[in-house]
């Protein structure tokens, strides 16, 4: 192990020009210097808004949200003479992004925000995101694995966000229920229902209207072969051999239902955190989540509890066709003022670095597999070789309403509200309407 990379050097203060001190007394010891709505000193000379997700310093774990505490702690104390107004982002995260997207045109977005890497195409499309070449070095930038240099720099080279970790799917269980990892979705099914018959609730995973419904799901589609857009980012999952592997993996997921091998409650998940809770209160053996709830599991359960969950690739309809999602978040800055994407800039290195091997994230930045010891856990290899067959969402400004759409059909499906076909049909019906009015 290294001692020290470019990533995890300690946040430095901003430049002396725009901080200013606050006060002989301690930051440390000033009241709630980590509130609901800020970081840092009501009368901070300076500040800026900050758009984040609950999974961080708002994390409904406790020890996540005590470890950003302190992380976010540490660094305002670091940059004194600033205030970071914290604007949290619902649960509904695609609706979230729209609006973050939409304000930031009006000129009425936050100053930093964060931004899902599979929305990243259409906030670069708006020409709403700030460059951070002067605040990054070459060195930094060329860290980043390729396919998140590809898609946080533009045509000029400007690199426009900081992607600070990516992640995966897999499979977890209980192998006090379920020994053997299952390869195919039909082994999946079978050890699901004896989970059921064991008094659990069998597997469980997002299917209620969010991003990660559809997203988990589409692995199933991917490891077929299926594409989703065609080279002008036109949607064309609904035609040809792509709407017959659609299918597939559509009845997959309705197969679980209708057995029984899966609860019909999975229609309206919509967050990680509800699985991860399942996991932990002991009421299901089997889910299909991010890589990251692993070490949830580990922090939250006893020491032989948690020794029991393992991760596995996501199955496939056989043991040779696999496919994982790969996704992750960025922090951009949507702010003309030089100080402020400075600091937006500074924001994301405490995520890349501490905030990664504190949740044991997938960094994007090949030094920190080599600096943090957090990632030499056995796990890490069971990651390493799902990301093989990692497929990236298609970096298209459609992706967006085409993500909408699988969401609403996922659902339609799961509540047995449409068969598959139908479901599909309908949504081929709005997207060709949608993109026909483009």
Not at 176 to 182: F, K, L, M, Q
Request: aromatic share 10%; proline share 5%; hydrophobic share 45%.
């Amino acid at each position: 192990m290294t001692t020290r990379t470019h990533w995890a050097r300690r946040v430095v203060p901003l430049m002396a020009a725009t901080a200013m001190t606050l006060s002989a007394l301690p930051i440390s010891a000033q009241d709630q210097m980590v509130a609901r709505d800020r970081v840092g000193p009501v009368d901070a000379e300076n500040s800026l808004t900050f758009r984040l997700t609950a999974y961080d310093l708002y994390s409904a774990d406790e020890a996540t949200a005590e470890g950003f505490e302190e992380l976010f702690t540490d660094f305002i104390n670091d940059n004194p003479g600033w205030r970071i107004d914290t604007q949290l982002q619902t649960g509904n995260l695609n609706e979230e992004q729209a609006r973050i997207l939409e304000q930031s045109q009006a000129g009425r977005g936050p100053d930093c925000a964060m931004i899902d890497s599979a929305q990243l195409a259409a906030f670069k499309e708006a020409s709403v995101l700030a460059p951070m070449n002067d605040f990054l070095s070459e060195e930094e930038i060329a860290d980043f694995f390729p396919y998140v240099r590809e898609g946080i720099t533009d045509d000029e080279g400007n690199v426009l966000a900081l992607w600070w970790f990516t992640d995966l799917r897999v499979l977890y269980r209980n192998t006090d229920v379920v020994p053997d990892a299952p390869q195919t979705w039909d082994e999946t099914q079978a050890a699901a229902l004896e989970t059921v018959e064991a008094g659990y609730e069998g597997m469980l995973f997002n299917g209620g209207r969010t991003e990660g419904t559809a997203f988990d799901w589409l692995a199933f589609y991917w490891a077929q072969g299926g594409e989703i857009v065609d080279a002008d980012g036109m949607p064309v999952f609904y035609e040809g051999e792509n709407r017959e592997m659609f299918l597939n993996a559509l009845e997959f997921y309705d197969g679980l239902v209708e057995s029984g091998a899966a609860p019909q409650r999975v229609a309206t998940i919509t967050t990680y955190d509800d699985i991860t809770a399942a996991a932990a209160a002991g009421t299901t053996a089997m889910f299909i989540g991010g890589n990251w709830q692993y070490a949830q599991l580990q922090t939250t359960l006893d020491a032989e509890q948690a020794a029991a969950w393992e991760v596995s690739e996501l199955p496939g309809p056989t043991a040779d066709q696999r496919a994982t999602g790969t996704g992750g978040w960025a922090i951009a800055a949507l702010s003309d003022d030089p100080a402020k994407v400075e600091m937006c800039v500074e924001i994301a290195k405490l995520y890349a670095g501490p905030g990664n091997a504190f949740q044991r994230l997938l960094p994007t930045s090949a030094a920190l597999y080599d600096e943090y010891e957090e990632f030499a856990g056995p796990e890490f290899a069971v990651f390493a070789e799902a990301l093989e067959n990692g497929q990236a969402r298609p970096g298209v400004a459609s992706y967006p309403e085409i993500s909408a759409q699988i969401q609403v059909l996922i659902g339609e499906v799961l509540s047995q509200a449409k068969e598959p076909e139908q479901a599909l049909d309908d949504a081929a019906v709005a997207l060709d309407a949608a993109f026909s009015q483009q």
